[in-house]
């Protein structure tokens, strides 16, 4: 049986551009405090849980300014 190889090389970078995404998206989301769009926890659940995207999405739709 034949191993399958992974290309780190494609992988590493979505990891670190991840967890940039995770830190500044939770230190900004603590930053604002009262003025989140929404309510303030559900938008740290989709910062932490919704791997890429989540932060991505707290930017465009959860800030005020």
Known sequence: ???????????????FIQGILLIVGI????????NVRGNRWVWFVVI??????????YFIF???R
């Open 1 to 15: 049986m034949e191993s399958l190889a992974i290309n780190w090389q494609l992988i590493l970078p979505l990891f």
């Open 27 to 34: 230190l900004d989301w603590a930053k604002q405090g009262e």
């Open 48 to 57: 932490v849980f919704i791997n890429i995207i989540g932060p991505i999405l």
């Open 62 to 64: 959860g800030r005020r």
